[in-house]
Nanobody, 127 residues
Framework: QVQLVESGGGLVQAGGSLRLSCSAS????????MGWFRRAPGKEREFVAV????????YYADSVKGRFTISRDNAKNTVYLEMESLKIEDTAVYYC????????????????????WGQGTQVTVSS
């Protein structure tokens, strides 16, 4: 069993930045692909980004490409989401998730691929 705990959310003005962290328990973190998803009020869960176990392969949703950066530190069992140039429409609860399978590339957008989920952290972008 893997436990994921997100942190770093908060209130930020449009155009600002935040860095989310997701810390994982267990010894297998370095073998998992890790994804970030978000759910805005009244909307369905949306894929944000994914990184493979080594950090070599990364895929972003078009809505965040060029503004968000996903990275990981396997020595710290942590995956990060650096968010810049935040927009009001980025307001959501952000979740990290772990995929025990092989890196899915475009298919990693599917939430059903992921085996473990964190509880989420709220990001609110104000005008």
């Amino acid at each position: 069993q893997v436990q994921l705990v997100e942190s770093g959310g908060g209130l930020v003005q449009a155009g600002g930045s935040l860095r989310l962290s997701c810390s994982a328990s267990g010894r297998s973190f370095s073998t998992y692909s890790m994804g970030w998803f978000r759910r805005a009020p009244g909307k369905e869960r949306e894929f944000v980004a994914v990184i493979n176990y080594s950090g070599r392969y990364i895929y972003y949703a078009d809505s965040v490409k060029g503004r968000f950066t996903i990275s990981r530190d396997n020595a710290k069992n942590t995956v990060y989401l650096e968010m810049e140039s935040l927009k009001i429409e980025d307001t959501a609860v952000y979740y990290c998730a772990a995929d025990r399978g092989s890196y899915g590339g475009i298919a990693a957008q599917q939430a059903s691929r992921y085996d473990y989920w964190g509880q989420g952290t709220q990001v609110t972008v104000s005008s």
